[in-house]
């Protein structure tokens, strides 16, 4: 699936570059979610052919095949995926975490200085 391996997430990252009027498929375990990142140029994604410039995300819907194309122009993306963990999500500011608590306890430890810089 990619050079990360963690049986997990079973983790898919790819950095894509396409030539003109080029086409790209991936197959995607429909046990994965995910999302495209257009760095450079503009992608159509999609049997509908959505077009999505650059510095902009599209996030993958069901199915188990990603079909990205390019026009006149050359492009660059990032195809990133993984299993879907099904956990609960809450978050706030620059954290995310499964609960608020959790979600406190980060914030208390972020003013209380007990992060460290890295």
Do not use: W
């Not at 026009?71 to 995310?96: D, H, K």
């Amino acid at each position: 699936m990619g050079p990360v391996k963690r049986a997990t997430v079973a983790p898919l990252f790819l950095d894509i570059s396409l030539g003109k009027q080029a086409v790209f498929t991936q197959c995607v375990p429909n046990t994965h979610g995910g999302f495209l990142y257009v760095i450079d140029g503009s992608v159509r994604v999609g049997t509908e052919g959505r077009e999505l410039p650059a510095r902009s995300l599209g996030i993958f819907g069901s199915g188990e095949r990603i079909e990205v194309s390019t026009g006149n122009a050359e492009s660059r993306f990032l195809l990133i995926a993984g299993r879907r963990l099904n956990e609960p999500v809450a978050r706030g500011g620059p954290f995310v975490m499964n609960t608020k608590q959790e979600l406190q306890q980060a914030f208390q430890d972020y003013q209380s200085g007990r992060f460290q810089k890295v």
